[in-house]
C-alpha cells in the first residue's frame, strides 16, 4: 500500500527552487532513504512533507488524503512526525518535557514515554536534566523519541548522523528496525551513502532538486550512485 | 518611625507589581512581542471596575470575576485579529501596532471617561488594617493583593510547567517553529498567551484602581512599572518577575518615605543601575 | 589580462553606475523651488498661516530623526522626547546665560548629543522591543529630574523672556526661517549621511546585522553614531520649540506623545524612506488641521491609519508610490545603466 504520493512537487528554499518537479512514493512499512549531496533539496524535500516549507506546484498525498495545503501542526494529528535536522530539542525544556511535546497532538499507537525509556536506557536516569546539557547522541535520540511519541504512520528523519561519531550513529540507527516493526514508515534523508544503503529498503538519489536514481539498494551498483550523486554525465568524460 | 511599614508596605506592593508584569514578560517570552498598550489595559480595567461598582453596586469579587474572563476573551481576539497579522509584517510591525492601540485607548477613555483622576471605592475592605504591633499595621488590601498575586503566579507556573499546551508555550518561546514541527499551532499558543497576559492585567488593573488614583493618560506609567520588574528580575523567569516587582516596589515605597516626589523616580533609578551593572536581571531566567 | 580583468572590464563598458535616476534630477529641482517658495512666504501670506508651518517643519525634523534611527540604523525609539526636552531647556538655559536664543539652537544640538553619550550606554544594552521601551524609561527620568531643578522652574516649568525685545512680526519670521532651516537640514543630513560610508554600514545593518559585522562594519559604532545625530537633530527641534512656544515645561516637552508623532508619521509616510516622514508629516499635519475641532479624535484616527499601515502597508504610502512609480526625490541607491555612455562610465 501507498502511503505517501509526491507528484510533480516544486519548492522554493528562500529564493532558490530546491525542489523541482518530484515524483516519489513511499510504501507502509518500508525504509526510504533520501540521499543526495549538499544543496541537492533532501531537508528542503522533509520540511514540504512536514509542512513547514509550503509548495509552490504539485502534491502530496498521505493515507489518500491531499495534505499539500495542511500546516504543520495538523500533519502531525494526520500521522507525520519529523526529526529536524540538528536535532532542535528545547532548550529549556527538560528530557522529559521534550518528549512530552511529542505526546501533545498524540495518536493511539504503541509508543509512549515509557516506551521511548524502554528504546534508550540511558534516558530514565537523565529525565530532568535540560535538554541542552544532553551530547549530540543523546539529543538525537531524545529528537527521534519526541516524534515517536506521537506515534507516527510515517517518521521523517532529518541528518540523523550530521556532526556525530559514526559509533554513535550505527547505535542509534540500531533502533530503527524496532521502530519499523511497531509499524512505522520511515522516510530517511542521510549524506552517509553506505549507512543510507545498509538500512533501506528503496533509495532516491536528488540532484539539484530532481530524483536522478532509484531502485532497490541491492539492484543499484556503486558506479551508478556515484554518478547520480554527483551529477556525473553518462558519456564519459574525456581522459576517463 | 514608619520605615518598617514603608518596608513591608513596599514588598506587599510588588507582589501587585509582578502580577501585572507577568503578562508582559508571558507576551515576549512567547511571541517577542512587548506589548506597548499594557499599562493602558490596565487603565480600561480600572475604568471598566468603576463604572460596574458605582453603576451597579456589585460586589469587588463579581467584578474580578466578570472582567477577568473577559479581559482573556478580549486578548485572544487581540492576538488572533490584530497580533497576528503584524507578526507576519515585520519586526517594528508589532512595536507600532501596540503604541497604536496604546494611543487609541488612552484617547478613547479620555473621550468617554474625561481626564477627571478616579479611584475605586472598595469600602471598609480598602481602608482597614490590622496591627501586628505598635509600630506595625498591614492593610487588609495589600495583604489580599498580595496573596492573589502569588497564586496567580503559582498557577501560571503550573499550567506551564505540568500542562500539556503549557509546555508547548514554553517550547514555541524556544524554538517556535520546531515546536509547530510537534504539534503546536502557534496562532492558538500565541492566543493564549495572550489571553493570560490580558487576564492578569485585568487583575491587576482592578487591584490598582483601588490603591491609587488613575486618569486615562495613567498607563504608561503603569506600563514602565511592568517593564521595569520584568528587567529587574530577570527576562523569562516568573520568580524573577516576583522578585523585580518587590525591589521595584520596596525601591517606590522607601523613595516616597523620604520625598513623595520621589516615588516614581526612584523606581527608574534602580532600573537603570540594574540595567549598568547587572543588564541580565536578578534572577535571570533562559537566556532570551 | 587576466580573465577576471576582461570580464569586468567588459561589463563596465557595458553598464555604468549612477546614483541619480532621471526623475530625482527633475525633483531636485523641483525641491529646490518649493524651498525657495517656502523661503518667502512670510512675505506673503498671514503670520497664523507661517506659525502653523512651523509646527509642521518641527515635526518633519523629529519624524527625519527618528527615520534615520529606525529605518536606517535599525533602532525604534520610544525616547526621543528626552533630546527634545533636553534642547529646549538649554537654549533656556544658554539665553539666561546671555546667548542669543536663535544662536543658542546649534549649541541645544551639542548638549543633546553630549546627554545622548552616556544615555546610550545604558540604552545600547537592551535589543530589540526592549531599547524601544528602555529609552522611554530614560526620557522618563530625564522629565522627572528637570522637574526637581528649581532654576529651571520646577515642574510647572519657565518663559523665554530674551525674545521679547524682538517686534511679533520679525520674531515670527525669524523663528519660521529657523524653523524651515531645521527642516531642510534635517532632511538634507539623512540625505548626506546615507550616501557616505556611515550610510552604506548602515543599510548592511539593517538588512543582516550578523553579516555586516562579518564583513567588518563596526555595528554598534555605527549605530552609536545614528543615535548621536539624531539626539542632535531632536535636541535642536526642542530648541525650535522653544522660540515658537517661548515657554516650556517638563509634562509638555517630554511628553511620549512626541514620540507617538514621530513614529505614526514615519509608519504612514514609509519607513526607511528619506521622502517618508516628508509625506507622513504633511498627512499628519492634514488631519491635525482637519479635526481640530474634535478635541483628541486626531489622535484616534492617526493611531488607527498607524496601526493599519503597520498591518498591511509596512512599507508606508511612499513605500506604495515608490514601487509603483520608481519614484526617487532623494537617490540614496544605485542604478545601473545598460549600454555605453562615456561621461558617467569615466567617473568609476
Known amino acids: 500500500m501507498t502511503l505517501l ?110 516506551k521511548i525509556y524502554e528504546l534508550f536506557p540511558w534516558m530514565p536516569d537523565r529525565r530532568r536534566q535540560n535538554a541542552a546539557q544532553l551530547s549530540g547522541g543523546e539529543q538525537q ?77 541491492r539492484d543499484l551498483t556503486a558506479q551508478q550512485v556515484e554518478r547520480a550523486y554527483f551529477g556525473i554525465d553518462e558519456t564519459p568524460a574525456a581522459g576517463e | 518611625m514608619d520605615w518598617l511599614n514603608a518596608v513591608v508596605q513596599g514588598l506587599l506592593l510588588g507582589g501587585l507589581y509582578a502580577l501585572f508584569a507577568t503578562g508582559l514578560s508571558l507576551m515576549f517570552g512567547v511571541m517577542r512581542v512587548v506589548n506597548l498598550a499594557h499599562g493602558d489595559l490596565a487603565v480600561v480595567a480600572s475604568f471598566l471596575a468603576v463604572a460596574i461598582i458605582s453603576g451597579t453596586g456589585l460586589p469587588l469579587w463579581f467584578v474580578l470575576c466578570v472582567t477577568t474572563p473577559l479581559f482573556a476573551l478580549l486578548g485572544y481576539l487581540t492576538q488572533r485579529v490584530l497580533l497576528q497579522r503584524s507578526l507576519s509584517a515585520g519586526p517594528m510591525s508589532t512595536l507600532v501596532v501596540t503604541f497604536g492601540l496604546s494611543i487609541v485607548i488612552q484617547n478613547v477613555l479620555l473621550e468617554v471617561f474625561s481626564a477627571d483622576t478616579r479611584t475605586l471605592d472598595g469600602g471598609s475592605f480598602a481602608t482597614g488594617s490590622f496591627e501586628i504591633s505598635g509600630q506595625l499595621s498591614i492593610p487588609y488590601l495589600s495583604l489580599a493583593t498580595f496573596v492573589l498575586a502569588v497564586v496567580v503566579l503559582v498557577a501560571i507556573q503550573l499550567f506551564l510547567s505540568r500542562t500539556g499546551l503549557g509546555r508547548m508555550l514554553r517550547a514555541s518561546s524556544d524554538d517556535p517553529d520546531t515546536a509547530t514541527l510537534v504539534g503546536a499551532d502557534s496562532r492558538h499558543v500565541y492566543g493564549i498567551a495572550t489571553a493570560i497576559a490580558f487576564a492578569t492585567v485585568a487583575l491587576a488593573g482592578v487591584m490598582m484602581a483601588m490603591r491609587s488614583s488613575f486618569d486615562p493618560a495613567t498607563g504608561p506609567s503603569r506600563l514602565l512599572f511592568a517593564f521595569e520588574a520584568v528587567v529587574i528580575g530577570g527576562l523569562g523567569s516568573l520568580w524573577g518577575t516576583l522578585l523585580g516587582g518587590m525591589v521595584l516596589g520596596l525601591t517606590q515605597s522607601i523613595g516616597a518615605q523620604i520625598d513623595p516626589a520621589l516615588t516614581i523616580l526612584g523606581g527608574h533609578l534602580v532600573f537603570l543601575v540594574v540595567l549598568a551593572f547587572r543588564p541580565q536581571g536578578l534572577l535571570p531566567g533562559r537566556t532570551a | 589580462m587576466t580573465i577576471s580583468e576582461t570580464l569586468t572590464s567588459s561589463a563596465r563598458a557595458a553598464v555604468t553606475v549612477r546614483r541619480s535616476a532621471r526623475s530625482s534630477r527633475l525633483s531636485g529641482g523641483l525641491l529646490l523651488l518649493a524651498a525657495l517658495v517656502l523661503a518667502v512666504l512670510p512675505f506673503v501670506v498671514f503670520a497664523s498661516i507661517t506659525d502653523s508651518l512651523v509646527n509642521l517643519f518641527i515635526l518633519i525634523a523629529l519624524a527625519s530623526m527618528w527615520n534615520l534611527m529606525a529605518g536606517f540604523g535599525g533602532l525604534v525609539s520610544v525616547g526621543q522626547q528626552a533630546y527634545l526636552g533636553i534642547g529646549a531647556y538649554s537654549v533656556l538655559v544658554f539665553a539666561e546665560q546671555g546667548v542669543q536664543a536663535y544662536v543658542a539652537i546649534p549649541l541645544a544640538a551639542l548638549t543633546a548629543a553630549v546627554f545622548a553619550v552616556p544615555t546610550s550606554w545604558l540604552a545600547f544594552r537592551l535589543r530589540g522591543d526592549y531599547f524601544a521601551i528602555g529609552t522611554w524609561v530614560i526620557a522618563e527620568v530625564y522629565r522627572l529630574v528637570t522637574a526637581r531643578v528649581d532654576s529651571l522652574g520646577g515642574a510647572s516649568g519657565k518663559s523665554l523672556t530674551t525674545l521679547s525685545g524682538i517686534d511679533p512680526v520679525v520674531r515670527g519670521a525669524l523663528t519660521y526661517w529657523v524653523a524651515l532651516a531645521l527642516a531642510l537640514m534635517s532632511v538634507l543630513v539623512c540625505y548626506l549621511i546615507l550616501r557616505s560610508r556611515l550610510g552604506l554600514s548602515l543599510m548592511a545593518v539593517r538588512d543582516e546585522e550578523t553579516a555586516a559585522s562579518a564583513v567588518g562594519i563596526d555595528v554598534p559604532r555605527a549605530k552609536r553614531w545614528v543615535y548621536l545625530i539624531s539626539a542632535a537633530g531632536c535636541g535642536a527641534a526642542g530648541g525650535v520649540l522653544l522660540v515658537t512656544s517661548l515657554s516650556v515645561n517638563p509634562d509638555a516637552v517630554y511628553s511620549v506623545q512626541w514620540s507617538a508623532y514621530m513614529i505614526f508619521i514615519v509608519v504612514i ?80
Open chain 1, 5 to 114: 504520493s509526491v507528484r510533480s512537487l516544486d519548492v522554493q528554499h528562500g529564493q532558490l527552487k530546491a525542489i523541482r518537479g518530484l515524483d516519489l512514493d513511499v510504501e507502509a512499512g518500508q525504509v526510504l532513504a533520501v540521499i543526495g549531496a549538499n544543496g541537492a533539496g533532501k531537508s528542503t524535500l522533509l520540511r514540504a512533507l512536514a509542512g513547514s516549507n509550503l509548495p509552490t506546484a504539485g502534491s502530496i498525498v498521505f493515507n489518500g488524503t491531499d495534505i499539500t495545503r495542511v500546516p504543520a501542526h495538523r500533519r502531525v494529528a494526520g500521522g507525520i512526525a519529523l526529526v529536524p535536522e540538528g536535532r532542535k530539542l528545547f532548550r529549556s525544556l527538560t528530557v522529559e518535557e521534550n518528549l512530552l511535546t511529542g505526546t501533545y497532538r498524540r495518536r493511539p499507537g504503541p509508543w509512549s514515554v515509557e
Open chain 1, 141 to 217: 535520540s531524545v529528537a527521534i523519541g519526541r516524534a515517536l511519541v506521537s506515534n507516527p504512520a510515517l517518521i521523517l528523519v532529518d541528518e540523523l548522523s550530521l556532526g556525530l561519531a559514526p559509533v554513535i550513529v550505527r547505535r542509534i540507527y540500531e533502533v530503527l528496525p524496532t521502530i519499523v516493526a511497531e509499524g512505522t514508515t520511515a522516510l530517511i534523508v542521510e549524506q552517509d551513502v553506505a549507512q543510507a544503503m545498509r538500512v533501506a529498503d528503496h533509495v532516491h538519489c536528488l540532484l539539484e532538486g530532481r530524483s536522478v536514481l532509484e531502485g532497490h539498494p
Open chain 3, 269 to 348: 509616510g514609509g519607513v526607511g524612506y528619506i521622502e517618508g516622514p516628508l509625506l507622513g508629516a504633511v498627512i499628519f499635519f492634514g488631519l491635525q488641521q482637519a479635526l481640530a475641532d474634535y478635541g483628541s479624535w486626531y489622535l484616534i484616527v492617526l493611531g488607527v491609519i498607524g496601526v493599519a499601515t503597520a498591518i498591511w502597508v509596512p512599507r508606508g504610502l511612499w513605500g506604495l508610490l515608490a514601487e509603483r512609480t520608481r519614484i526617487s526625490l532623494f537617490p540614496i541607491g544605485y542604478h545601473l545603466d545598460r549600454g555605453v555612455d562615456d561621461r558617467a562610465g569615466r567617473r568609476e
